[in-house]
């Protein structure tokens, strides 16, 4: 009995403590599941409900347990804890709670492609057992967590497509077992810390698109199981680490756009054998592509374009799986023969989509065997070279083809017809070549072309109706060649046409269509300088989006309808050399954008407006309309009668105004005559001697000019050039020896040129003054503000500082002056149809206008690179008592040893203004001397000191921005300037082989530099 007593005791102390221990247990299960549930509910407070997650985040209520909710996933053991959520690819919206932190068991947070913004919360480190941290594609902001390296178990990191600052810690060099670290497309800053190589698990590193400096470091070397190293889009500097290039297990290398030079190594095939995208574009290399890379068959992807290599593109026979090929803006080839070998090699490479042999040297004609390339191919660029020939008639073949590129080479014969087989195409541009016949009408088949470039060239006939049924074209340039006949009317039945249509410098005849009204999308309508006649139709108001109308230099007639007060968002419209009459319509007084009014030489009489635009003088022209009168003085025009005066006599103001009107008068019936005479000598093709140059500038007498000017008063002289005063009026002084040769220099050069960045000649006297003696003088548009060495070099004498105002130019200003300049050099030098040299850039011959955009001046040196006339030709070989070579300091070296004038001496001279521009300094300035010149100065400041030797306002910033904005700031112009002097020292290197070959890559890099300077 005491037995069974003593077994129902020991029974019912063993139940009692099961229960206990059960109690308890599940009483802390309870608790921790409260724990998550409460951190899960904290977490949803932080979410904004809309339309889009509402469903998603309606699961996440009292009435289901949380492990039911919507991308909430616990264990089966350890009481059912949150082990991942996963609210990917919902549009949510809001900030991640702190809360996170209490999700201890979590293992995988998937929150990407949402709206996730504000900072990370470093409660993310409290989650020790964390293996996949996927935050990419939000808006997160601030830096990344520096406890992040608590999470001892990570393999997966995904903080891409965010808005993060700061650095990258270095204490992410402790997660030993990371095997995928995501970085890209943020705001990150800093070096790369070394502490990555201690990642010896890793496999994907991709820290692309940040704002990274410095070198990359050596111990990424380290890493001998990466396969995908990515490091561009940043500003890295110094070379790449030869022990990277020994990773030889790397699929994928991406180091475009930053700042690194050295060369590719020259066994990349026995380094990196496995390789199979291989880009470094945008970057400093130099050297050559080396023959190896023909070993690397694995090669799907090749990029170098945006470099400084040189010499021959090698043997690609082996690169069978090649699907992007990009060599472009760099200096391969040698301009002849033989260059294009290797579009030959690249018929093996059956997958091909892209080929980009684009802003190099290379020579010789395009190979028959293009025909044979990939059917795959979708984009073949071949710009910008020195290709000449005929275009391959099988290219009609690259049925896949989507953007096709020629432009500015020296293509010749006819446009093939099989290109209208390229039914994919949606850009075709071979501009800027020396085509002739007609534009095929195979072209109607390209229905999804929206992008036509075939300015340029020597094309003749007529537009061929069939563009009508390109119902995709957004942008049309058809100008500058020998196109005749009406413009069909299908061409206006395009409302696709939304970005341009140009159809300048033609020969079209006939009316301006009414229904150029279907454009009411387009932005830019330019027939200006044909032969169109007629009065302009009232439908031209229905062209609401326009911003730029030009019309200049046709046989319009008649007034301005009324329908084009409807055309409110006109910037620039240009109505001159035409027959308008009537008056001045008021309603452009409301043109509140309207920045340029040109109406000269017409037939325009009565007052003109003066609200709007006609309040500022240096935004509208009215000369050659005789019949105007204005009650401004600024205009210079006379002064309006009153009706009492009408049929009394001539005021005195009007009497002495009536000289100049009369020379206006016969100067516009000049520029009539002018006109029809240049559109005859087009047509005919035929160049004409310097014995006729008084038929094709427009003349003025000695008398109407003096009468213009009053009397050559030194009042209005502003300055005095090599030959000349330099006023509104360029004077030659004849006592000079070689001023006749400059005047007819500078004549002849500009007789046929029009740019923006080119100061605009008006009219021209070669006359014989009251004396008898010879006078010669040009009558240029004036410029507001000046030369650039004004701006530059401000006087230093207690005279001249007396009434001086000071005059500084900021970065910005001085870098769009520079593009400006380099874009005028480019027109002269690869887009005139006879290439011509400057021969003088130098600030002094760089103007001003009243928005400070540059315009070059002074062609008096200037020479053409190949004979026009025999008399030009006997000029060219003549030298003039200043030398024909320039300005010493910035003369191009070999042409004080006689070398011929070439483009390349106008890209030294750039060079040497580009660092001027920017250091302050000139190149004759007393502290240089022996070896020490202005490029060497800044040569060997690069790239540490370059804010010791930029001219000090370029680095003053906004004293009201804090100290973080201030730093940013510089640290932004100090790159800016790095790059800047970068060109300017490629353009003026002493050996002309080593320059920068075509002045058109320093105005492309200058652009560049602008756009990420602005953002």
Known sequence: M????????????????????????LQLGLRENATDRLALLAIKAQIKQDLHNYNVMSSWNESTHFCMWHGVTCSRRHRQRVT??????????????????????????????NSFSHEIPPQIGNLRRLRVLQLGANSFSGSIPHNISYCFDLIHVNFSGNKLVGKIPSEIGLLSKLQIFLSYNNNVTGQVPPSLGNLSSLQVLSLNGNNLMGDIPSSLGQLKKLTFLGLGLN???????????????????????????????????????NLGVFSVASNQLTGSIPPSISNVTSFISFQVGGNNLIGQVPNLQKLRNLLYFSIQLNNLGSGRDGDLSFLSDLTNATQLQRLIISNNNLGGTLPMSISNLSTKLEMFWVQNNQIYGSIPSGIGNLVSLELLCLGNNSFTGNIPSDMGKLSNLGALEIFMNKLSGNIPSSLRNLTKLFDLMLHGNYLEGSIPSGLGECHGLQLLYLSDNLLNGTIPKQVFRLPSLSISLDLSNNLFTGSLPSEVGNFFSLSELDVSDNMLSGELPSSLGGCESLEVLHLQGNFFNGSIPLSMSSVRGIQDLDLSRNNFSGEIPHFLEGFRILNNLNLSFNQFWGVVPTGGVFKNASAISVVGNINLCSPVANLKLPKCKSKETKKGRLSPSLKLILPLVFGLTLLGMAMVFSYFFLCLSRYKRKEISLSTLGNTILQVSYAALLKAIDGFSEANLIGAGSFAQLVVVKVFNLLRHGASRSFIAECEALRNIRHRNLVKIMTVCSSVDFHGHDFKALVYEFMDNGSLEEWLHPPTGTEELRDHVPKKLSLLQRLEIAIGVAYALDYLHNHCETPIVH?????SNVLLDKELTGHVSDFGLARFLSQVTSNVSAIQNQTSSVGIRGTVGYAAPEYGIGSEVSTNGDVYSFGILLLEMFTGKRPTDNMFGDSLNLHNFVKMALPERVTEIAEAPLLQGDTNKNLNQCSARIHRVEVCLSSIFRIGIACSAESATDRLKNINDAASELHSIRNTFLG
């Not at 809001?94 to 293992?107: A, E, H, M, V, Y």
């Not at 475009?256 to 190594?265: A, D, F, H």
């Not at 021969?839 to 600030?843: F, R, T």
Request: glycine content about 6%.
């Open 2 to 25: 005491g037995v069974l007593v003593f077994k129902l005791i020991l029974i019912y102390l063993l139940f009692s403590a099961v229960f206990v221990c059960c109690r308890s247990s």
């Open 84 to 113: 991942k959520l996963d609210l990917q690819s919902q549009n949510l919206v809001g900030k991640l709670s702190p809360n996170i932190g209490n999700l201890s068991f979590l293992r995988e947070l998937w929150l990407q492609s």
């Open 235 to 273: 500003q890295l500097s110094g070379s790449i680490p030869s022990s990277v290039y020994n990773l030889s297990l790397l699929d994928i290398f991406f180091v475009s756009n930053n700042q690194i030079q050295g060369s590719i190594p020259s066994d990349i095939s026995k380094s990196l054998p």
């Open 839 to 843: 021969c003088d850039l130098k600030p």
